[in-house]
């Protein structure tokens, strides 16, 4: 009796006669928990799934690991506890239908039982301790869109952690998710299901809660509220300044509010003028690049002209009218004991509130974790990628011989007063120091290595540089379109919001290339973003995790993304606050708003961007024959399972470490490779290992060995066999494989061969036998009156393939 046969006879009955899918509000779910590791060429690593999973009142409660009858009951324990803890299901089973043997994941007491519990005993089980509103948020089942959405496996643990902490009375909750898992729709699951079960502060289901969502971008807030759209259209408020001084009042009737930061502390509506809401910056430390046009007489950020408390327009609300704020994007001030936004926490205090983040780790004076706590639940961005449910990247580092500058007498001083005796490095280019034919050099390696219709995101050192690098491009792209290459910053406006909206349009191709200062580090959600590339240098973590993140989206045959790193910024993957688990909280003393104080380097980095309206900058015309002195060295880093990127060198040298367990030595390597079918299931082993087509071509890259064979790719790492081109194996083995075969056979054969050389081994999987046939022949009947019939056609095309790869002293 074999797997299915042993659930379908056995187990399956076992479950329904405990009352599983039998019992109103019950069900048994077959579940993928993780599709896969994407690995390349549109493969994925093998995924997880479980054979069954046990809901009772839309949570799940059990998970189940099947085994045929002939194996022991035992024996998928192991994969039912790992199933368990992903799912963070209470119990797990695992049986081989005769037998089950039960796990409690809670205090890990095990043992065999003789029927599975019915739904209500296990549900009892679990909540010995009765909660109304536990109850009443399992009563109400997820929005799920029509039957076209289901929580994946961490956002159903998040949203039931969060949940959980609201029931039991917790007032500051912190969620971490990396950017790209749906920490919108965990919020929008919350909301629906507070909402639905007339859950709000007083404790008592007697009316709808109000709940804030709070961003610090006028697009994050957009983003939210069309997200939303489920609820009732009169339960939604988005509250803008426009709408507030049209009605002369903040509204206060609905359900679901959504606004920035910057909308709650602009001036009341009574005040004669009406602040811009967004070009107000957050916090110090993270000024957002709109506060670059923002600045009073004096160069100071705006920051330091905000009205007083009693002007701000969130004092119009009563401090206990919010039941729930949920801040989006928490760690970017929102928390932090010196930011003027902390304001408007603590002036809603009675709310419970919900933070979210992709980056909640300490980064200088980010105190997050201090003012939320530890997070409920956090899935980083390695679990994502690994996971499947996030693209994975490689990173090319690329140094050029001006990544630092000393004056040289041959060069012109267009602007400025140089410094003869300093090393000018990257943090200066671009803030006090240009010099274009540096910027071109580095354009024309970019646009070299990027096809030309993938879409990239470009960050560059302020709004000016951002500007030299648009207009570079244009002039240097084969693209004939004026619009290929477009700023976004804020002095770009509302053409530049078009621009980006268009760029978000997947089925739109123009623009394909955006550059920017700061604008784009957070709320740009463009699932097909294929480049990232950095101009800048990076010093905080949490924007460095936050630009990764711009690449990190799925979408339809994007197997991977890539980043181009022009400044060294590859350095903080190798940073323990990069992907590790998140450090303590350090106290921290408040900060006084006063201009004398010293601030951080983040904060001197952003507030440079102010040098764009200076003339104090130094711009330098490299002497006649300078520019082409100008070189560059590339170096490519891979996607790591550990959540690195690991050099091609250790790359190498874990796939020489693995090949072991793939074949034991060349004559096995050769006798697999030299099938189809074989080398099939050799291809998928290497990629289940991490190293896919694409990776296989990067390391053939590395070695020289472009134009030759994976088969002599994989004898060089593993027997330090010098590769030969395909052409030269081709040459080599013609006239054996052509002894072997009559003229037309021959014919065909030729004709497969030079696919091969162009192309590569893909050319001799079985699955291209259809199309090179079609374009050999133009139809099947022509291939067959030429070469017989489809299986003999099939046996010569396998058969002449180990010939292809055959030492030619063993054939007779």
Known sequence: MNEAETRAELIDPKLKEAGWGVVADSAVKREVIAPGRLLGGGKRAKPLIADYVLVYRNQKLAVIEAKKRDLPDTEGLQQAKEYAQRLETPFTYSTNGLHIYQVDMRTAQEGYIDHFPSPEELWQRIHAIDNQWLDRFADIPFEDKSGTWQPRYYQHNAINAILNKIA?????????????TGKTAIAFQIAWKLFHSRWNLSGKPTRRPRILFLADRNILADQAFNAFSAFPQDALVRIEPSQIKKQGRIPKNGSI???????????????????SAETLPLTREFDSEESERKLNPNGNSISNTIPEPEAFRFYDYPPDFFDLIIIDECHRGGAKDESRWRGILEYFSPAVQLGLTATPKRDNNT???????EPVYTYALKDGINDGYLTPFKVKQIETTFDEY???????????QIDKDKTYTEADFNRIIEMRPREAFRIKLLLEAISPDEKTLVFCASQRHALMIRDLVNQMSSSNNPNYCVRVTADDGELGEQMLRAFQDNEKTIPTILTTSRKLSTGVDARNVRNIVLLRPINSMIEFKQIIGRGTRLYDSKDYFT?????????LFQDPLWDGEPEAPT??????????????QDTQTSNNDSSDSTPSKII?????GREREIESRQQTSFWSPDGLPISATEFIERLYGDIPELFTDEDQLRLLWSRPDTRKSLLDGLAQKGYGDEQLTEVSRIIDAEKSDIYDVLAYIAYAHKPITRQERVIKHQHLIFSRYTGKQQEFLDFVLNHYIVEGVTELDQSKLPQLLEL??????????????????????????QYLYVNKQDVA
């Open 168 to 180: 039991q009375g917790e007032g500051r909750i912190l969620l971490t998710l990396a950017t790209g």
């Open 257 to 275: 509010f959504f606004t920035i930061f910057q909308t709650f502390m602009t001036k009341s509506v009574n005040e004669d003028e009406e602040e």
């Open 367 to 373: 105190d997050t974790y201090s003012y939320f706590g």
């Open 406 to 416: 000393v004056y040289n007498e041959e060069d012109i001083i267009l602007a400025g």
């Open 563 to 571: 980043i181009y790193d022009f400044v060294r910024a590859y350095k």
């Open 587 to 600: 106290p921290i003393t408040p900060r006084k708003n006063n201009d004398s104080q010293p601030i951080n």
């Open 620 to 624: 330098i015309q490299l002497g006649d």
């Open 776 to 801: 050999k022949y133009h139809n099947l009947n022509d291939a067959i009156a030429s070469l017989g019939s489809v299986p003999e056609i099939k046996k010569v095309f396998i058969e002449f393939q």
